[in-house]
């Protein structure tokens, strides 16, 4: 670990990508395998490969703490330092006490390590771990584990540079290392595959999370189709992106996984809709969109708002009652992989017909959902959920993109998305491809940064929020508006915010930066009050964004092309 430490301040200390990637590769060819493969997981600012569902759940708070008692400091002293740095990594750093430590543990100890604080039951017992892997490792080392743990390496390295660094490191071609970590989602494997020259034998696995494919937004329907015409048009769900890994297998074991934007698995959310999705004749990864749905509608039923579908987020296990009173549905939109082949560089057009085709299939006769929870209460037929191939509509013209916006706003959808039908499906890419052409008042997906306390009958409350954009690597705050949440996820939130704080400045407190939000706003003026350089007039939170990472949040350049937009 010492050595991993030793290059990432070398890393950070340069801003030249070649030498960071040469950093990146020399230090991969010089552990071992196992630890090389680690060391591009942590490289990548992560403590285990994206795939995989399993998190650390150690706030930032908790690592206050222990770094503040291993060090023997006020907590003065260590706010002080923290306010310095930014970066509780940084502040470790500078605070922890320098002894001579015989032992040097390995990368892929602290990967062992970090399995164990995931396992660990309850903050108590994670505390413990915690210590004692920060009380045994040197300052730097500490810095960067905490770095780690926290998500968050800011050393100006993301994961397509590693990927540079894997290819350079084991001689093999860069779009295969690409290619392979796409399809796997785990870089250390990656490299592992780039070592042995076996690149080209990576699958992609059922029940590995795949990227999702990323829509950028357009002003206008002339915007949209200035970049492709025709175009093939589905109505923009407000609901949460989810992408079903179905096994026709009729054995034991798994047939049906969902996982979330974020890729996390959130198939014991909705057992209808994983009772729903077996049974298909084909294994198949479908992409779509989990909706509250309106079953007594007329016609085909349609979309509740969001907010009613947030009552059934964030539950481990959901109860009989919220299956009832919350029916939902699934949008299929996109078939990303089926019967053992990858379709993603096939066109749209044609993953659309095997979609359409693969849904009418005959289904097999339903076999028990083996380690799912199963709707086995009286009447479960009566909630069963539907899967249905989101309706896809063609338009070669402005007019009658404006026709089906409107229509699909009638219908309480949000809006539309565009999508160019001889496109490929690129997996975690924002490209042109697909256009989503939202409300006409511009919003914004931000971060929150700091908290304050209300006022009135929200003294009590963390209420008033200030959010940034993105600016590369860094987070610039672009406003701060008052929460337009309800009083329940205010409360929540409030929870939230206190369990991760990272600097209490009595009425203020920075948080870490985890929260994603939607703020609308009238319009936007150039200002010097905040870092990015822009305000918002009348912000209002719109909704909390928990399908979103920070990643996922609008960028100052965004910003900037709406201050033009409107400009002009
Ligand atoms: P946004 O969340 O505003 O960035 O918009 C992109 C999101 O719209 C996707 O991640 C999906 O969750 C959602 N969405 C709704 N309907 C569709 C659709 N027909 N095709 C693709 N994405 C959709």
Same mark, same amino acid.
């Given at each position: 670990?010492?050595?991993?430490?030793?290059?990432?301040?070398?890393?950070?200390?340069?801003?030249?990508?070649?030498?960071?990637?040469?950093?990146?590769?020399?230090?991969?060819?010089?552990?071992?395998?196992?630890?090389?493969?680690?060391?591009?997981?942590?490289?990548?600012?992560?403590?285990?490969?994206?795939?995989?569902?399993?998190?650390?759940?150690?706030?930032?708070?908790?690592?206050?703490?222990?770094?503040?008692?291993?060090?023997?400091?006020?907590?003065?002293?260590?706010?002080?330092?923290?306010?310095?740095?930014?970066?509780?990594?940084?502040?470790?750093?500078?605070?922890?006490?320098?002894?001579?430590?015989?032992?040097?543990?390995?990368?892929?100890?602290?990967?062992?390590?970090?399995?164990?604080?995931?396992?660990?039951?309850?903050?108590?017992?994670?505390?413990?771990?915690?210590?004692? +892997?920060?009380?045994?490792?040197?300052?730097?080392?500490?810095?960067?584990?905490?770095?780690?743990?926290?998500?968050?390496?800011?050393?100006?390295?993301?994961?397509?540079?590693?990927?540079?660094?894997?290819?350079?490191?084991?001689?093999?071609?860069?779009?295969?290392?690409?290619?392979?970590?796409?399809?796997?989602?785990?870089?250390?494997?990656?490299?592992?595959?780039?070592?042995?020259?076996?690149?080209?034998?990576?699958?992609?696995? +059922?029940?590995?999370?795949?990227?999702?494919?990323?829509?950028?937004?357009?002003?206008?329907?002339?915007?949209?189709?200035?970049?492709?015409?025709?175009?093939?048009?589905?109505?923009?769900?407000?609901?949460?992106?989810?992408?079903?890994?179905?096994?026709?297998?009729?054995?034991?074991?798994?047939?049906?996984?969902?996982?979330?934007?974020?890729?996390?698995?959130?198939?014991?959310?909705?057992?209808?809709?994983?009772?729903?999705?077996?049974?298909?004749?084909?294994?198949?990864?479908?992409?779509?969109?989990?909706?509250?749905?309106?079953?007594?509608?007329?016609?085909?039923?349609?979309?509740?708002?969001?907010?009613?579908?947030?009552?059934?987020?964030?539950?481990?296990?959901?109860?009989?009652?919220?299956?009832?009173?919350?029916?939902?549905?699934?949008?299929?939109?996109?078939?990303?992989?089926?019967?053992?082949?990858?379709?993603?560089?096939?066109?749209?057009?044609?993953?659309?017909?095997?979609?359409?085709?693969?849904?009418?299939?005959?289904?097999?006769?339903?076999?028990?959902?083996?380690?799912?929870?199963?709707?086995?209460?009286?009447?479960?037929?009566?909630?069963?959920?539907?899967?249905?191939?989101?309706?896809?509509?063609?338009?070669?013209?402005?007019?009658?993109?404006?026709?089906?916006?409107?229509?699909?706003?009638?219908?309480?959808?949000?809006?539309?998305?565009?999508?160019?039908?001889?496109?490929?499906?690129?997996?975690?890419?924002?490209?042109?491809?697909?256009?989503?052409?939202?409300?006409?008042?511009?919003?914004?997906?931000?971060?929150?940064?700091?908290?304050?306390?209300?006022?009135?009958?929200?003294?009590?409350?963390?209420?008033?929020?200030?959010?940034?954009?993105?600016?590369?690597?860094?987070?610039?705050?672009?406003?701060?508006?008052?929460?337009?949440?309800?009083?329940?996820?205010?409360?929540?939130?409030?929870?939230?915010?206190?369990?991760?704080?990272?600097?209490?400045?009595?009425?203020?407190?920075?948080?870490?930066?985890?929260?994603?939000?939607?703020?609308?706003?009238?319009?936007?003026?150039?200002?010097?009050?905040?870092?990015?350089?822009?305000?918002?007039?009348?912000?209002?939170?719109?909704?909390?964004?928990?399908?979103?990472?920070?990643?996922?949040?609008?960028?100052?350049?965004?910003?900037?092309?709406?201050?033009?937009?409107?400009?002009?």
């Amino acid at each position: 670990m010492k050595a991993f430490a030793a290059a990432c301040e070398k890393i950070a200390a340069t801003t030249k990508k070649l030498e960071k990637t040469a950093i990146v590769a020399e230090l991969l060819t010089s552990l071992a395998p196992e630890d090389a493969s680690a060391a591009a997981v942590f490289l990548s600012g992560r403590p285990f490969p994206v795939w995989e569902e399993t998190t650390l759940q150690v706030g930032g708070t908790m690592l206050w703490r222990v770094v503040t008692e291993i060090a023997g400091k006020s907590d003065a002293l260590v706010s002080a330092t923290y306010r310095k740095y930014g970066d509780l990594g940084a502040a470790a750093a500078e605070i922890l006490p320098r002894r001579n430590l015989s032992m040097d543990l390995a990368v892929s100890d602290v990967e062992k390590r970090f399995r164990a604080i995931a396992a660990a039951r309850g903050p108590a017992a994670k505390r413990v771990l915690v210590r004692e +892997l920060l009380g045994q490792v040197s300052p730097v080392e500490a810095k960067y584990i905490i770095k780690i743990m926290t998500g968050d390496l800011r050393i100006g390295l993301k994961e397509s540079l590693v990927e540079e660094a894997i290819a350079k490191a084991y001689g093999a071609a860069l779009k295969e290392v690409q290619r392979a970590n796409m399809l796997l989602g785990d870089i250390g494997q990656t490299l592992q595959y780039a070592r042995e020259g076996g690149l080209s034998e990576a699958r992609m696995k +059922l029940f590995h999370s795949v990227g999702f494919m990323l829509a950028s937004p357009v002003e206008s329907a002339e915007e949209a189709l200035s970049y492709f015409d025709p175009a093939l048009v589905e109505h923009k769900y407000d609901g949460i992106r989810a992408q079903a890994h179905c096994s026709s297998s009729r054995g034991s074991g798994e047939q049906v996984k969902i996982f979330s934007r974020t890729r996390d698995d959130i198939t014991d959310s909705f057992p209808e809709l994983a009772e729903a999705l077996a049974g298909l004749p084909k294994d198949a990864i479908i992409d779509g969109e989990i909706l509250a749905w309106n079953y007594e509608a007329e016609g085909a039923g349609r979309a509740l708002p969001f907010r009613v579908l947030a009552m059934r987020l964030g539950r481990k296990k959901v109860s009989e009652q919220l299956i009832r009173n919350v029916r939902v549905a699934y949008l299929a939109f996109d078939l990303v992989y089926m019967d053992g082949e990858l379709l993603i560089d096939r066109p749209l057009s044609e993953r659309g017909k095997m979609l359409s085709e693969l849904l009418t299939a005959p289904r097999e006769k339903r076999t028990r959902l083996r380690d799912q929870e199963q709707l086995a209460f009286d009447g479960a037929d009566e909630v069963r959920a539907q899967i249905i191939r989101a309706p896809i509509y063609s338009a070669k013209s402005s007019e009658e993109l404006d026709a089906l916006f409107d229509t699909a706003q009638a219908e309480g959808n949000e809006g539309l998305m565009i999508k160019d039908p001889t496109s490929a499906y690129s997996p975690g890419k924002r490209g042109k491809s697909w256009l989503k052409l939202k409300r006409e008042l511009a919003t914004l997906d931000v971060v929150v940064t700091a908290v304050e306390y209300g006022h009135g009958k929200r003294a009590g409350v963390l209420s008033d929020y200030t959010f940034a954009v993105r600016d590369g690597e860094r987070l610039v705050n672009i406003g701060k508006a008052y929460s337009g949440l309800t009083d329940v996820e205010i409360a929540e939130m409030t929870k939230w915010f206190l369990d991760h704080t990272i600097d209490d400045q009595g009425y203020r407190r920075l948080v870490e930066p985890k929260i994603v939000i939607e703020v609308a706003f009238n319009n936007m003026m150039e200002s010097d009050r905040h870092e990015s350089g822009y305000a918002l007039r009348f912000p209002r939170i719109v909704r909390l964004r928990p399908d979103k990472l920070p990643e996922d949040a609008d960028t100052v350049e965004r910003a900037k092309e709406i201050y033009e937009g409107q400009k002009n």
